[in-house]
């Protein structure tokens, strides 16, 4: 079965501390993993994807296909990272659909 | 460039009313979605468009309906409403050029009664 799991449903950190946002996925197929943000009172937009193996606002992420993993990090949290972040799988052929986790919402304190 | 324009943002239904959510995007993207946000769930995909003229039923497509005319728009018709469909609702579209990342809406917050 396609399945996005994200395990937290909040994470709390000091500004400063690093952050590890947890996805691991269930797919029969060669996994194509998004992270999407959405901040407070903000539409959803795309965060990073992992075949560009890009660093967006100091946040990386790496596919771990032995562990079936897309975890989010960022060595270092800023209070404007507060906000709901989920992991999406895009399913293979021509659609496009994207399965998401439940989403995980990270609380920076200051 | 506008993106994806979702209109109304917020709506209050009465159980067995009827009304239509507006998405419209200006990118010229093939594919569209209509997606529904509950709390701890993630997203659901509703329906979705690989082009105009055709649709396909997603994981929760019941008392849906959607039709994609054009390629801008893709509307999505609640027939009946129902407390169960009280959520928020974001329509999206991507395309290969995009490498499928997707342009959400601002969404619209929908209470059934």
């Known amino acids: 079965a396609q399945r996005v799991t994200q395990p937290e449903k909040l994470l709390s950190v000091f500004k400063g501390a690093p952050v590890e946002l947890k996805c691991n996925y269930s797919?029969?197929?060669?996994?194509?993993l998004f992270w999407y943000v959405q901040y407070s009172r903000q539409r959803l937009q795309l965060l990073l994807r992992h075949i560009s193996r890009e660093s967006i606002k100091g946040f990386t992420a790496d596919l771990n296909k032995g562990e079936t993993s897309f975890h989010l990090k960022k060595p270092f949290a800023q209070e404007e990272d507060s906000a709901m972040y989920y992991c999406?799988?895009?399913?293979?052929?021509?659609?496009?659909?994207?399965?998401f986790g439940q989403g995980t919402t990270l609380q920076v304190k200051p | 460039n506008a993106g994806v324009t979702q209109t109304p943002k917020f709506r209050i239904l009465k159980i067995g009313q009827s009304m239509t959510l507006q998405c419209t995007q200006d990118m010229n993207h093939n594919y569209m979605y209509w997606y529904r946000q509950d709390p701890g769930m993630g997203l659901k995909l509703i329906y979705y468009?690989?082009?105009?003229?055709?649709?396909d039923k997603g994981e929760v497509p019941n008392g849906y309906n959607v039709s994609r005319s054009t390629t801008e728009d893709f509307p999505l018709r609640l027939e009946l409403a129902a407390p169960s469909q009280t959520s928020v609702y974001f329509c999206a579209s991507t395309a290969p050029k995009a490498n499928y990342g997707y342009t959400f809406g601002s969404g619209t917050r929908l209470t059934v009664v």
């Open positions: 999406a799988l895009r399913i293979s052929g021509n659609t496009g659909k994207l399965i």
């Open positions: 468009s690989v082009g105009a003229g055709i649709t």
């Open positions: 797919y029969s197929g060669s996994p194509e």
